[in-house]
């Protein structure tokens, strides 16, 4: 018997603009975790992407283009459609006043980047709803 992945039928949505931390979480939370994934390149996109696929938890880079990571989380969690869902940041300041501004933006986690993908598992399973 194989065992069920933890993220079985579950979609996780990385928005992220960094083509190499796309790649990296993106497999890793595949194939360990066994999460759908769906990927977006700014703000903007990754705000649409959320109102059309709903996806169970969101991991949002801070400084993204178009609209960064806070702004985007501001509008989703104002959004009573998507206001649940949670929101992990994903920012290469590991500085307290970041940790803060992502608090006060409605983030529901923060990773500090560099980032183990373990790591970034390890705190969508710690968000995922139901479990
Ligand atoms: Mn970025």
């Not at 069920?4 to 949505?13: D, N, Q, S």
């Not at 497999?27 to 700014?42: D, K």
């Not at 290469?92 to 598992?121: F, I, W």
Request: proline residues 7%.
């Amino acid at each position: 018997m194989i065992e069920a992945l933890p993220g079985a039928g579950r979609t996780v949505l990385l928005v992220e603009d960094n083509e190499d931390n796309q790649m990296i979480y993106s497999l890793y939370l595949e194939q360990r975790g066994g999460f759908r994934v769906l990927l977006a390149w700014n703000g903007q996109a990754g705000i649409e992407l959320a109102r059309k696929e709903m996806p169970d938890v969101i991991l949002m880079d801070v400084s993204l283009p178009v609209l960064n990571g806070l702004e985007a989380t501001r509008v989703l969690k104002a959004d009573p459609r998507t206001r649940d869902i949670p929101i992990i940041a994903l920012t290469a300041h590991a500085m307290l006043p970041d940790r803060t501004r992502a608090a006060d933006a409605g983030c529901n986690g923060y990773v500090s980047k560099p980032a183990e993908p373990q790591t970034v598992l390890n705190e969508v399973l710690r968000h995922l709803p139901g479990t």
